[in-house]
Nanobody
Framework: QVQLVESGGGLVQAGGSLRLSCVASGSIFSINAMAWYRQAPGKQRESVATITRGGFANYADSVKGRFTISRDNAKNTVYLQMNSLKPEDTAVYYC?????????WGKGTLVTVSS
């Protein structure tokens, strides 16, 4: 069974940067498109960035130009570089497959952006 472990979150001031990592156990990582999702308090989980097996990326309008998703198939790892962070980016961030999440959700990593 594939397990997803997210890390790299923390507390940062508005305008700051963070880099999130997600390690997936199991070799099937390389055959799936992956995505970063986030869930803010009181809101539904939403996709913010997706990346195909070949590295083609797509972003939600709210993060376009500020976030960059990447992956290392050899390491079964997907990354999210987040720059120019805003208080509205505060959320728990998760990774999973795209366009539908087919693996069990990990615990996520909390990102808190202070104003």
């Amino acid at each position: 069974q594939v397990q997803l472990v997210e890390s790299g979150g923390g507390l940062v001031q508005a305008g700051g940067s963070l880099r999130l990592s997600c390690v997936a156990s199991g070799s099937i990582f390389s055959i799936n498109a992956m995505a970063w999702y986030r869930q803010a308090p009181g809101k539904q989980r939403e996709s913010v960035a997706t990346i195909t097996r070949g590295g083609f990326a797509n972003y939600a309008d709210s993060v376009k130009g500020r976030f960059t998703i990447s992956r290392d198939n050899a390491k079964n790892t997907v990354y999210l570089q987040m720059n120019s962070l805003k208080p509205e980016d505060t959320a728990v961030y998760y990774c999973n497959t795209a366009p539908a999440a087919i693996y069990d959700w990990g615990k996520g990593t909390l990102v808190t952006v202070s104003s």
